[in-house]
């Protein structure tokens, strides 16, 4: 591990490698919430236009409106985990970009 102390933090974001860690990185959080806010937003609509879809019974006494509601949940713990297993890529790399661009000498942390 690369004492922090020491590092040009401002050098290694200049680097092309960061800059393209951190195009990667937007291009996956900011269309997550957006299409999220578009799964979120449906429901409503969905609700006051399509009436006949939303009280169909799918299975027992359940419609389609609730499974759509009950899957909110699901899709929310999904993209959690996703952006959890997605955040430890871009950790690891910054991590070999620091390693790389860090000072020569490597100390160890007390």
Aim: proline share 5%.
């Amino acid at each position: 591990m690369v004492a922090r102390d020491y590092i040009e933090f401002e050098k290694i974001e200049k680097t092309e490698e960061f800059q393209e860690l951190k195009r990667k990185k937007y291009a996956f959080i900011f269309p997550v919430p957006i299409l999220f806010l578009i799964y979120y937003l449906i429901f409503p609509v969905l609700s006051a236009y399509a009436k006949p879809l939303m009280t169909k019974i799918v299975f027992a006494n359940f419609t389609f409106g609730y499974l759509f509601g009950i899957s909110y949940y699901l899709v929310i713990w999904g993209l959690a985990f996703l952006y959890v297993f997605v955040a430890r890529s871009y950790d690891r790399r910054v991590e070999e970009i620091i390693e790389k661009y860090g000072p020569e000498t490597v100390e160890k942390e007390a």
